[in-house]
């Protein structure tokens, strides 16, 4: 039962310093949910070289992710 607390703020933890950094995606493709709409989202391009697309969603959409590269095609 000690193994979840850790595991629990090592997963929080992870997701606070991507936010903080940003996201790099090997793709060079990202993509946000839109809020209140499950299953649809936005794709977003990612502009530098070395794969980094930003650390925050357009208004309006949640969840920034690494998306497959035909999605920003």
Not at 6 to 28: E, H
Not at 30 to 35: E, G, P, R, T, V
Request: aromatic share 6%.
């Amino acid at each position: 039962m000690k193994a979840f607390p850790v595991a629990s703020c090592l997963l929080i933890g992870a997701s606070l310093i991507q936010t903080a950094v940003g996201l790099n995606c090997n793709s060079l493709c990202a993509a946000c949910w839109k809020d209140g709409s499950p299953g649809v989202d936005i794709k977003i391009g990612c502009k530098a070289s070395n794969g980094y697309c930003g650390d925050k969603c357009p208004q309006g959409y949640h969840g920034l992710h690494c998306a497959k590269t035909v999605r920003c095609e």
